[in-house]
């Protein structure tokens, strides 16, 4: 039995982020598929809508607001430093906001992954093309699992994420849950730097243990050919997350200028 489009695949090609002969094979592959064209169908036009009620312009506008609101808070609680005028966010204020996107899970030492590579669906297709490759960590002597698009998952399992940067020099990565929460990922911190490393996955510092919101956890990977502003992408997830039923496929509210691909877990009980 033949394998449906996974969920990161088809946002790519709702996007048109991959190569044009990958992207018309996947297209094709579609075609074939039962429902393969109306699923593409269904996320062009979540898409249209989530854009028409949140665009770009107006989610970054509202970002830009708080980040001045927040600058000027810290400016008055310091003296300006060497007669300059730009005030960036301090570390109180930037701290205060770390501990609120990572209220929804516990970060953890990151466990080791195996040495050996492991199979990826269509990887070798699209080596061009960021994604993010989730690992459950096994107990005792049992090496860490590599999960699929849709696995299920359950309060307590420890994840580890690693992403491939398909050639993109920035990204960041946030996660959505079933209960709204947004978690960010990389970098550790909202002031933290957005840079990627190329080449082979590369592992998040830490590994990630699963609360109990019902329902999902998204993890989304925004990424740039310019540095990143980690704000924009936390509060483009805020938007988001305040529709969860919305949330397991829509991509985030930002400039079509950023690629986007995410995976997604099932939480059972």
Same mark, same amino acid.
């Given at each position: 039995?033949?394998?449906?489009?996974?969920?990161?695949?088809?946002?790519?090609?709702?996007?048109?982020?991959? @190569?044009?002969?990958?992207?018309?094979?996947?297209?094709?592959?579609?075609?074939?598929?039962?429902?393969?064209?109306?699923?593409?169908?269904?996320?062009?036009?979540?898409?249209?809508?989530?854009?028409?009620?949140?665009?770009?312009?107006?989610?970054?506008?509202?970002?830009?607001?708080?980040?001045?609101?927040?600058?000027?808070?810290?400016?008055?609680?310091?003296?300006?430093?060497?007669?300059?005028?730009?005030?960036?966010?301090?570390? @109180?204020?930037?701290?205060?906001?770390?501990?609120?996107?990572?209220?929804?899970?516990?970060?953890?030492?990151?466990?080791?992954?195996?040495?050996?590579?492991?199979?990826?669906?269509?990887?070798?297709?699209?080596?061009?093309?960021?994604?993010?490759?989730?690992?459950?960590?096994?107990?005792?002597?049992?090496?860490?699992?590599?999960?699929?698009?849709?696995?299920?998952?359950?309060?307590?399992?420890?994840?580890?994420?690693?992403?491939?940067?398909?050639?993109?020099?920035?990204?960041?990565?946030?996660?959505?849950?079933?209960?709204?929460?947004?978690?960010?990922?990389?970098?550790?911190?909202?002031?933290?730097?957005?840079?990627?490393?190329?080449?082979?996955?590369?592992?998040?510092?830490?590994?990630?243990?699963?609360?109990?919101?019902?329902?999902?956890?998204? #993890?989304?990977?925004?990424?740039?050919?310019? @540095?990143?502003?980690?704000?924009?992408?936390?509060?483009?997830?805020?938007?988001?997350?305040?529709?969860?039923?919305?949330?397991?496929?829509? @991509?985030?509210?930002?400039?079509?200028?950023?690629?986007?691909?995410? #995976?997604?877990?099932?939480?059972?009980?």
């Amino acid at each position: 039995m033949a394998l449906s489009t996974p969920d990161w695949l088809l946002e790519r090609v709702a996007l048109g982020e991959l @190569p044009s002969d990958v992207l018309a094979d996947a297209r094709a592959r579609l075609e074939r598929e039962p429902d393969g064209a109306a699923r593409l169908a269904r996320l062009e036009e979540d898409s249209r809508r989530t854009l028409e009620r949140h665009p770009p312009a107006a989610v970054a506008a509202e970002v830009e607001r708080r980040r001045a609101s927040l600058a000027r808070m810290e400016a008055a609680r310091r003296p300006a430093l060497d007669g300059r005028r730009d005030v960036s966010l301090g570390v @109180p204020v930037a701290a205060s906001l770390v501990l609120f996107f990572l209220s929804a899970g516990h970060y953890l030492a990151a466990p080791t992954l195996p040495s050996s590579p492991l199979a990826w669906a269509d990887t070798e297709r699209i080596k061009g093309t960021p994604m993010l490759r989730v690992h459950r960590q096994g107990t005792g002597e049992s090496e860490p699992e590599l999960l699929a698009d849709r696995a299920r998952a359950r309060r307590g399992d420890v994840l580890q994420l690693s992403y491939v940067s398909g050639g993109r020099p920035y990204g960041v990565v946030v996660s959505v849950d079933g209960r709204g929460a947004v978690t960010l990922h990389h970098p550790a911190t909202v002031t933290g730097s957005t840079a990627l490393t190329s080449g082979e996955p590369v592992s998040l510092a830490h590994a990630y243990e699963l609360d109990d919101a019902p329902g999902f956890e998204r #993890f989304v990977f925004v990424t740039s050919r310019q @540095p990143l502003d980690v704000a924009l992408v936390i509060e483009a997830a805020r938007v988001l997350a305040r529709q969860p039923s919305e949330a397991r496929l829509r @991509p985030l509210p930002l400039p079509d200028t950023l690629a986007q691909t995410s #995976f997604t877990l099932e939480k059972v009980p």
